[in-house]
């Protein structure tokens, strides 16, 4: 069993930047791809960002590529969501997840942390 614990989220103004933190428990985090989702008020839950469990692979959704960076810290259990460029549309609860592949990041999910983005 893997538990995600997400931080940093906070109301921001369009343009600026924010790191979100996502600390996992359990013994098998540097071996899981981990990622991060997004979930609107009456929107569908939507990928954001995957990376694989060595750092070395990552892939985005294309509403963030260009803005948006994953990364990840084995040593300390510890993945990152970086936002740049932050835009009002952007604005969702984030949940940081996480599974054995990249194909199945989604198995273990995060309680969520709301980032709202004004203009």
């Known amino acids: 069993q893997v538990q995600l614990v997400e931080s940093g989220g906070g109301l921001v103004q369009a343009g600026d930047s924010l790191r979100l933190s996502c600390v996992a428990s359990?013994?098998?985090?540097?071996?899981?791809?981990m990622g991060w989702f997004r979930q609107a008020p009456g929107k569908e839950r939507q990928f954001v960002a995957a990376?694989?469990?060595?750092?070395?692979?990552?892939s985005y959704g294309d509403s963030v590529k260009g803005r948006f960076t994953i990364s990840r810290d084995n040593a300390k259990n510890t993945v990152y969501l970086q936002m740049n460029s932050l835009k009002p549309e952007d604005t969702a609860v984030y949940y940081c997840?996480?599974?054995?592949?990249?194909?199945?990041?989604?198995?273990?999910w995060g309680q969520g942390t709301q980032v709202t983005v004004s203009s």
């Open positions: 990376i694989d469990w060595s750092g070395g692979r990552t």
């Open positions: 997840a996480g599974g054995p592949t990249m194909l199945t990041v989604n198995t273990y």
């Open positions: 359990g013994r098998t985090f540097s071996t899981y791809a």
